[in-house]
T-cell receptor
């Protein structure tokens, strides 16, 4: 199995600012993903974080708003840029290890 | 389009009873399905999975059934315990190549009453 940690666990931010969320995996994983989860709702995939290249974004998500880095096989960051209250959500990262996806605990973001 | 949905948003059971959580999917090309359990304040945790060439798979106290004819997936939990209280999501993965992307269903909140 893989253990995934995220920083910060939660934050309260002002609109117009940006927040970078870090995701650390204790094993090398082939794929890493970023999801958004509104409270009480399901998970929506934002993008696939590709090691050494640009992330692959899902429909409705763009790089300017959610820039992603993945410098190696165990670490990734997601930045939520120019935040608005609509960005208030839980952001989760996951890693795929031998075909099974493990999830981090999530980062709860509130934008005022 | 592709979608994965659930019949019941909430389910309340008595401790010791069996629980059945249902899920409908629309992408007939999906070949891999997973059930996740999410407790409050935590990320989803893998419970059990099943591939499209199977119709049943059993784990410890859990069984997943897949009916490809009607595109239906269910999770059965035997002798439900208070620790089983959580939101349960089904997820579907597309077929072919290196497509590891998951599409999640809406989730069912399971409450186990002591």
């Amino acid at each position: 199995s893989a253990v995934i940690s995220q920083k910060p666990s939660r934050d309260i931010c002002q609109r117009g600012t940006s927040l970078t969320i870090q995701c650390q995996v204790d094993s090398q994983v082939t794929m890493m993903f970023w999801y958004r989860q509104q409270p009480g709702q399901s998970l929506t995939l934002i993008a696939t974080a590709n090691q050494g290249s640009e992330a692959t974004y899902e429909s409705g998500f763009v790089i300017d708003k959610f820039p992603i880095s993945r410098p190696n096989l165990t670490f990734s960051t997601l930045t939520v840029s120019n935040m608005s209250p609509e960005d208030s959500s839980i952001y989760l990262c996951s890693g795929d290890l031998i075909g099974e996806q493990f999830f981090g605990p999530g980062t709860r973001l509130t934008v005022l | 389009g592709e979608s994965v949905g659930l019949h019941l948003p909430t389910l309340s059971v008595q401790e010791g009873d069996n629980s059945i959580i249902n899920c409908a999917y629309s992408n007939s090309a999906s070949d891999y399905f997973i059930w996740y359990k999410q407790e409050s304040g935590k990320g989803p945790q893998f419970i059990i999975d099943i591939r499209s060439n199977m119709d049943k798979r059993q784990g410890q106290r859990v069984t997943v059934l897949l009916n490809k004819t009607v595109k239906h997936l269910s999770l059965q939990i035997a002798a439900t315990q208070p620790g089983d209280s959580a939101v349960y999501f089904c997820a579907e993965m597309g077929s072919g190549g290196s497509n590891y992307k998951l599409t999640f269903g809406k989730g069912t909140l399971l409450t186990v009453n002591p």
